[in-house]
């Protein structure tokens, strides 16, 4: 089976998809959740296995806010990294360090501790090299406020409005967990081996930053900024489809008719096409209802996450670290659940190779 479509792969108590009810994240509506719960919410939801109480939530923000100082390994590592690295590569390559400075013990006993860990220092390390890279200081790291606030205040040193803080934590939100997809999928391979918390999210980092995965949003965004007009737009879309070429943000391996995250994306764009260019949203939306139209594919959540973070003068290179920092919730509840029925995945192949033959020395081989 090709790209292992329509194969179940395993179970998982965490999230929901494709069945007919939506997209939950343990039982409750992605929707829902997007519109009236804080990312930190959702992230202890996923993590620990249920809605925090006002006091639970409290001690869980504290933590993830202590994690913003980095250890100075890190810091280092980061700073030593060139100014032309992939922010994906300095999300990896900062895992990496941190699971260097802070590892987990070979019995896991402390991979709660670690996951809170790579949680709060994760936005923490693309602000630092932001910073230290593009503007040549060493930016402090601690705060109290949310991880919403604290990105967008952070990166760009300004007090951000309150409809861009909600459409950020809406974002984290959609994107914090999806089931079996390719890169929690890639976890869970790495978990099975008994590998390390640090290991398992980076080698779902390498995953992630595929374009057919999590950098299709920075793709959508420059083909759509590529438009003056909607007729423009909408003859390139006639001249890709012509061509059979694939528009990013289209298309989905489960969501055939509609992505359940794309309507709050919509939302979302819609509320903040004022903070930019307006025409931008017109183009988009026709855009999508040709794409739709003429070939059936639904726009997911990337055509308008890409979008929301340029109308937030986001920088288009941190939309799939966003990502990460984000997944990367549902990645370690998915290691954890790996973790706690494990058994090493190790699937089989049909063979397609030469039948059986002789060895040849090297001076037979011509
Ligand atoms: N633009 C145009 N055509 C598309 C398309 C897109 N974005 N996505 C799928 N199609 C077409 C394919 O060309 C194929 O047509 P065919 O049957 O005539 O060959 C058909 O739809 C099935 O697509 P396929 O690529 O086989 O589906 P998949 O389940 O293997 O892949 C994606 C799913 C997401 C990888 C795929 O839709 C894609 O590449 N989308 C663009 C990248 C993207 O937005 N990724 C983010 C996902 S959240």
Same mark, same amino acid.
């Given at each position: 089976?090709?790209?292992?479509?329509?194969?179940?792969?395993?179970?998982?108590?965490?999230?929901?998809?494709?069945?007919?009810?939506?997209?939950?994240?343990?039982?409750? /509506?992605?929707?829902?959740?997007?519109?009236?719960? &804080?990312?930190?919410?959702?992230?202890?939801?996923?993590?620990?296995?249920?809605?925090?109480?006002? $006091?639970?939530?409290?001690?869980?923000?504290?933590?993830?806010?202590?994690?913003?100082?980095? /250890?100075?390994?890190?810091? &280092?590592?980061?700073?030593?990294?060139?100014?032309?690295? $992939?922010?994906?590569?300095?999300?990896?390559?900062?895992?990496?360090?941190?699971?260097?400075?802070?590892?987990?013990?070979?019995?896991?006993? !402390?991979? &709660?501790?670690?996951?809170?860990?790579?949680?709060?220092?994760?936005?923490?390390?693309?602000?630092?090299?932001?910073? #230290?890279?593009?503007?040549?200081?060493?930016?402090? +790291?601690?705060?109290?406020?949310?991880?919403?606030?604290?990105?967008?205040?952070?990166?760009?040193?300004?007090?951000?409005?309150?409809?861009?803080?909600?459409?950020?934590?809406?974002?984290?939100?959609?994107?914090?967990?999806?089931?079996? !997809?390719?890169?929690?999928?890639? *976890?869970?391979?790495?978990?099975?081996?008994?590998?390390?918390?640090?290991?398992?999210?980076?080698?779902?980092?390498?995953?992630?930053?595929?374009?057919? $995965?999590?950098?299709? *949003?920075?793709?959508?965004?420059?083909? %759509?900024? @590529?438009?003056?007009?909607?007729?423009?737009?909408?003859?390139?879309?006639?001249?890709?489809?012509?061509?059979?070429?694939?528009?990013?943000?289209?298309? $989905?391996?489960? #969501?055939?008719?509609?992505? /359940?995250?794309?309507?709050?994306?919509?939302?979302?764009?819609?509320?903040?096409?004022?903070?930019?260019?307006?025409?931008?949203? &017109?183009?988009?939306?026709? %855009?999508?209802?040709?794409?739709?139209?003429?070939?059936?594919?639904?726009? !997911? %959540?990337?055509?308008?996450?890409? +979008?929301?973070?340029?109308?937030?003068?986001?920088?288009?290179? #941190?939309?799939?670290?966003?990502?990460?920092?984000? @997944?990367?919730?549902?990645?370690?509840?998915?290691?954890?659940?790996?973790?706690?029925? *494990?058994?090493?995945? @190790?699937?089989?192949?049909?063979?397609?190779?030469?039948?059986?033959?002789?060895?040849?020395? +090297?001076?037979?081989?011509?």
């Amino acid at each position: 089976m090709e790209g292992l479509a329509g194969v179940v792969a395993g179970s998982s108590a965490i999230c929901s998809v494709g069945t007919g009810a939506g997209l939950l994240y343990r039982g409750y /509506p992605i929707e829902e959740l997007a519109r009236r719960a &804080e990312f930190e919410e959702v992230a202890h939801l996923l993590l620990v296995g249920h809605l925090p109480t006002e $006091h639970e939530l409290k001690d869980f923000k504290q933590t993830l806010q202590e994690h913003r100082e980095l /250890p100075l390994v890190v810091k &280092e590592v980061l700073q030593a990294l060139p100014i032309s690295t $992939h922010p994906m590569d300095v999300m990896k390559a900062g895992v990496v360090a941190l699971g260097c400075a802070r590892p987990e013990a070979l019995d896991f006993a !402390n991979q &709660e501790g670690c996951a809170l860990q790579i949680l709060g220092a994760l936005p923490a390390m693309l602000i630092y090299w932001h910073h #230290y890279h593009k503007h040549g200081k060493q930016i402090p +790291l601690s705060s109290k406020q949310s991880m919403a606030h604290y990105l967008l205040e952070r990166l760009r040193e300004e007090e951000p409005l309150e409809v861009e803080v909600k459409a950020m934590d809406a974002m984290l939100t959609l994107y914090a967990e999806h089931e079996f !997809n390719a890169s929690t999928y890639a *976890n869970r391979i790495t978990a099975s081996t008994l590998s390390d918390l640090y290991s398992c999210v980076s080698t779902g980092i390498g995953t992630l930053k595929g374009r057919l $995965h999590g950098g299709a *949003n920075e793709l959508a965004i420059a083909f %759509i900024l @590529r438009f003056d007009s909607v007729s423009q737009a909408l003859q390139e879309v006639d001249a890709l489809f012509a061509k059979k070429e694939k528009i990013m943000g289209f298309g $989905h391996r489960i #969501y055939k008719h509609a992505d /359940p995250r794309s309507a709050v994306g919509f939302e979302l764009a819609k509320q903040l096409k004022h903070l930019g260019d307006p025409k931008l949203f &017109e183009i988009a939306l026709a %855009i999508r209802d040709k794409v739709k139209q003429e070939k059936g594919l639904p726009d !997911n %959540i990337d055509f308008f996450g890409g +979008l929301i973070y340029h109308y937030m003068r986001l920088e288009r290179l #941190y939309y799939t670290p966003f990502f990460v920092m984000s @997944r990367a919730v549902g990645w370690m509840a998915h290691v954890f659940e790996q973790r706690a029925h *494990n058994r090493i995945i @190790r699937p089989t192949s049909t063979y397609t190779g030469a039948p059986k033959r002789p060895f040849l020395p +090297l001076q037979d081989r011509s």
